[in-house]
DNA sequence: TTCTATTAGATTGTGTACAATTGAATTGTA
DNA sequence: TACAATTCAATTGTACACAATCTAATAGAA
């Protein structure tokens, strides 16, 4: 990736607020701040197919089963405000993991419109696996404590203010 | 969001080397730091939608343009080196690109391998259009200046890490 | 209570992403 | 110079991601 110069550089953020001056250029790839958002989310997602193919998961899989692990239980609406999917995604991911024999998926008694997706036996017992894929994406960042720090606490502000309140 | 309390909060970094007390779980949701990264670009790229639609560009289109606004004429090979996308990713953008008239593609005389994609005259002035994207987004994006910069940074440091050497 | 509005999830259609493969062109080497 | 290896782009197959639409179920209002 291109180096940078100075803070201003982020047209996103700067443009409609910073003097214009002489070849500050708003639409250049290295002046954007979403487009490095973009490569790294994809670059970091492509490091884990290795270690999630050994459990036979994809990345979104993965993070469906996370929020199963940490709930045991989930309709498809919980599963969507927490990952931040929609139905068009998670139905089929869902079916996937279904068909691996991680997770069940019911009508709700009480209302016929949700489906409950909940952990079995074996998805529970994934958990245990799935211990390793941290431990080994550790070692393929190699950012400092507090860069991972200040890009964790950076990102959830983004996020929140991304999706609040739709 | 959920907040966060603390540095090592964030597995991919610390849980190889920090000592796991008590309660601290690298496979909860609130202790990645992939997650709100794929979050947020997921979440960035939409809210360029409604801006990219007035110029009927999709955001993928969009930064091949920005390339293209940049270097006028590029390899399929080149275009993926600046983007980091494929050939199975950019032969269907650029065709599309193609068919509303921004690019031509031709196959390169040196070199009948080489396709060639080139800026239009109708190409080179949506960049005018398209100035206006920055300036709008600036307003959807509420990080401070100093918080725009150090995300800048990182992802920046970040992604050369990641992408190095192919 | 009946009719309307809302909600949940599934489906459809479009557009990425990327791994793996293919085929044509070029390069490197014996 | 042949011929094997490499390179470039296209193609194929799988898996998202989301907008828009659809259907069934539930809730709300007259």
Redesign the pocket.
Known sequence: MQPVNCIRDCPEIFSAETNMTETFNPLKLENQLCFPL?VCA??V??RY?PFLDELDL????Y?TMMALWEHRSL??????KI??????????????LEKKGYVI?E??K????????TLTEQGSSLYNEALQVPVKMSSCIELSAEEAGTLYSILHKLADNLTEEN
């Not at 309709?75 to 969507?80: E, F, Q, R, V």
Request: glycine content about 8%.
């Open positions: 973009y994809k670059e997602i492509r197919k994809t990345y979104t899989q993070i309709s498809i609406k919980g599963l969507g990952l931040f999917l929609d139905s068009g995604t998670l139905t089929p991911v869902i079916k996937s998926r009508r709700s009480d209302d016929e419109r949700v489906v409950n997706v």
